[in-house]
């Protein structure tokens, strides 16, 4: 398996690989789909021999901000101080071979800002493995009551050097 660009063919597959991944978090195609438009350079697929087998999809966001679930966007903005990671997601016999690790790698190779999203099904520990932390702000909870009860916005702060 291997990550590479992901294209407009692939779409069916990301939507396949996000029923599996968060089914309590359903996307219409049309979002990925739209994402992939507003930002190709952070769209990959982890490719299967033809299949896709996980996705990773980001693009520039503004910090302390929450994009709204299964919704579209319309543009990005033009002043987006950070990154929005809108979904990590891999197929289960895909996980556990350093393929999310892999994912991230590409991500914060081209992003030299901070990186947020939003953790769902219990998730927050592993993103905290990737050097992501919660931030509490008040004013975002009532955005990330649609992402259910175990939500946290996290952020990545870009690596000094």
């Known amino acids: ?64 901000a929450v994009p709204p679930l299964n919704a579209l966007l319309g543009s990005l903005p033009a002043h987006a101080d950070a990154h929005y990671l809108h979904d990590l997601a891999l197929l289960p016999a895909a ?6 690790a892999a994912g991230l790698a590409l991500l914060f190779a081209r992003v ?3 990186i947020a999203l939003v953790s769902v099904n219990e998730s927050a520990a592993f993103w905290r493995g990737h050097g992501f932390a919660v931030v509490d702000r008040p004013d975002l909870r009532a955005k990330l009551f649609s992402y259910g009860d175990a939500a946290r916005y996290m952020v990545r702060e870009p690596a000094r050097g």
């Open 95 to 100: 996980r556990g071979g350093g393929h999310a």
């Open 1 to 64: 398996m291997r990550w590479r660009a992901m294209e407009p063919g692939d779409l069916d597959g990301v939507a396949a690989v996000a029923r599996v991944a968060f089914p309590d978090h359903p996307e219409d195609r049309a979002c990925f789909a739209e994402r992939l438009a507003l930002c190709p350079s952070l769209c990959w697929v982890l490719d299967a021999g033809g299949v896709v087998a996980g996705y990773l999809i980001a693009y520039p966001w503004p910090l302390g």
């Open 112 to 114: 030299a800002t901070p």
